[in-house]
């Protein structure tokens, strides 16, 4: 059973930046693309950033693209969501997700990951 374990969230003023960490266990997640997603009050929860499962690709939403950065170390079963810039419409729930197929696409779609962390808040002050 895959764990995944979302730290680095908080509060920040419009304009801030944060780090966010989400560490795997249970089993080695090196050959799975990842990603992160996020949720505010009230609305579905969206795509943010995937990463393949050597780095070499990523993906946007283009809400974040050219603001964040997603990352990924193999030797620590460990991704990254590195934010700049915040703004206020970035409040939500960020959540890490373990892609379904090995040597897979770094998919925005929900349905083609399998685990998820229980979550992190980042909350953006105007």
């Known amino acids: 059973q895959v764990q995944l374990v979302e730290i680095g969230g908080g509060l920040v003023q419009a304009g801030g930046s944060l780090r966010l960490s989400c560490a795997a266990s249970?089993?080695?997640?090196?050959?799975?693309?990842m990603g992160w997603f996020r949720q505010a009050p009230g609305k579905e929860r969206e795509f943010a950033a995937a990463?393949?499962?050597?780095?070499?690709?990523?993906a946007y939403a283009d809400s974040v693209k050219g603001r964040f950065t997603i990352s990924r170390d193999n030797a620590k079963n460990t991704i990254y969501l590195q934010m700049n810039t915040l703004k206020p419409e970035d409040t939500a729930v960020y959540y890490c997700?373990?892609?379904?197929?090995?040597?897979?696409?770094?998919?925005?779609?929900?349905?083609?990951?399998?685990?998820w962390g229980q979550g992190t808040q980042v909350t953006v002050s105007s």
């Open positions: 997700a373990l892609g379904r197929y090995t040597y897979g696409l770094e998919s925005s779609r929900p349905g083609e990951y399998d685990y």
């Open positions: 249970g089993r080695t997640v090196n050959n799975y693309p």
């Open positions: 990463v393949s499962w050597n780095g070499g690709r990523t």
